[in-house]
């Protein structure tokens, strides 16, 4: 069983508690295209820790391939779709299946995703 939308948020806040603690920096980067975890978006992060700089999509995506604005290693899913994320742009190379509501992280960086 999965764990819900409010119980996968609290980890993340957790976890970017626990990087203040260890780095003395916020979990992330000072910039206007950080995540605000709200219902129905894509958060990705630069680092596989969720901390760094951020990204965040608002869905629908469309059937179409996005390409990120940068390489990411984590992402938390609260949107109402599966996705597929990719290694390389356009979606091409080794790919993950994002079910909704995944929080996960992954060795290395992914470019892009699309709805499945």
């Known amino acids: 069983m999965r764990p819900s939308k409010s119980v996968r948020t609290a ?5 970017g508690a626990a990087a203040i603690a260890v780095t003395g920096a916020p979990a992330t980067a ?10 129905g978006t894509l958060c990705l992060h630069e ?3 969720f901390n ?10 469309g059937a179409d391939c996005v390409n990120s604005s940068m390489g ?4 938390l899913n609260l949107t109402d779709y599966s996705l ?6 356009n979606c091409t190379g080794i790919s993950y299946y994002v079910p909704s509501g995944d929080l996960h992280n992954v060795q290395a960086p992914l ?3 699309k709805v499945v």
């Not at 760094?52 to 608002?58: D, F, L, N, R, S």
């Not at 597929?84 to 742009?89: L, N, Q, T, W």
């Open 11 to 15: 980890l993340l806040a957790t976890i």
């Open 30 to 39: 000072a910039e206007s295209r950080g995540c605000t975890y709200v219902d």
């Open 47 to 49: 680092s596989k820790w």
């Open 111 to 113: 470019s892009s995703f």
């Open 52 to 61: 760094g700089a951020t990204v965040e999509y608002p869905a629908p995506f």
């Open 84 to 89: 597929r994320v990719y290694e390389g742009a």
């Open 72 to 75: 990411f290693l984590g992402w």
